[in-house]
T-cell receptor
Framework: ETGVTQTPRHLVMGMTNKKSLKCEQHLGHNAMYWYKQSAKKPLELMFVYSLEERVENNSVPSRFSPECPNSSHLFLHLHTLQPEDSALYLC?????????????FGPGTRLTVT | AQSVAQPEDQVNVAEGNPLTVKCTYSVSGNPYLFWYVQYPNRGLQFLLKYITGDNLVKGSYGFEAEFNKSQTSFHLKKPSALVSDSALYFCAVRDGGYGQNFVFGPGTRLSVLP
């Protein structure tokens, strides 16, 4: 699990706050992902960055804003969130090449919106 | 569009008995299939993958999975379950090519009883 790190591990924020989640991968990968994991729901892919360009954006509300300054770092900026946004946010990375290259996940940030 | 089904929310098995966690998939091209495990308060950990070749794939911690093209299934198996195998298991599919859209199943909770 140390290949992909996420900070903070836990975050409680009010609906009017602005905060950011950080992810860093130490695996030399060139694709990074944000997922949302809610109780009793399938894992939801939010954003994909491949070679530092956003290639997937699955109808995520604009109150979530990703940033990928380089291939090792990924941020998720949060503002004016809703209580239903409370979830475990997982970051993952993989290598982009033709073929099936598995993703490696961080431990997640447990977000609670009050 | 890709999809993954895990028909069982919960699987209970006695320690020492064989276990099976079921997965079926739908994908337009050749499937790339994965199994992940998630322990409490942790991210997902990669177990094994099928890309091509031998239909029986061996992975971490004694797990294996069998790819069955005609039944579009990729069931996870282990000959002898351990209490420490108790966790949430996710099947995932990705289509071939350069696409980075992994689709995860809803997860199956495995409980191994001592």
């Amino acid at each position: 699990e140390t290949g992909v790190t996420q900070t903070p591990r836990h975050l409680v924020m009010g609906m009017t706050n602005k905060k950011s989640l950080k992810c860093e991968q130490h695996l030399g990968h060139n694709a990074m992902y944000w997922y949302k994991q809610s109780a009793k729901k399938p894992l939801e892919l939010m954003f994909v960055y491949s070679l530092e360009e956003r290639v997937e954006n699955n109808s995520v509300p604009s109150r979530f804003s990703p940033e990928c300054p380089n291939s090792s770092h990924l941020f998720l900026h949060l503002h004016t969130l809703q209580p239903e946004d409370s979830a475990l946010y997982l970051c993952a990375s993989s290598q982009v090449r033709l073929g099936a290259y598995e993703q490696y996940f961080g431990p997640g940030t447990r977000l609670t919106v009050t | 569009a890709q999809s993954v089904a895990q028909p069982e929310d919960q699987v209970n098995v006695a320690e020492g008995n064989p276990l099976t966690v079921k997965c079926t998939y739908s994908v337009s091209g050749n499937p790339y299939l994965f199994w992940y495990v998630q322990y409490p308060n942790r991210g997902l950990q990669f177990l094994l993958k099928y890309i091509t070749g031998d239909n029986l794939v061996k992975g971490s911690y004694g797990f294996e999975a069998e790819f069955n093209k005609s039944q579009t299934s990729f069931h996870l198996k282990k000959p002898s379950a351990l209490v420490s195998d108790s966790a949430l298991y996710f099947c995932a599919v990705r289509d071939g090519g350069y696409g980075q859209n992994f689709v995860f199943g809803p997860g199956t909770r495995l409980s191994v009883l001592p």
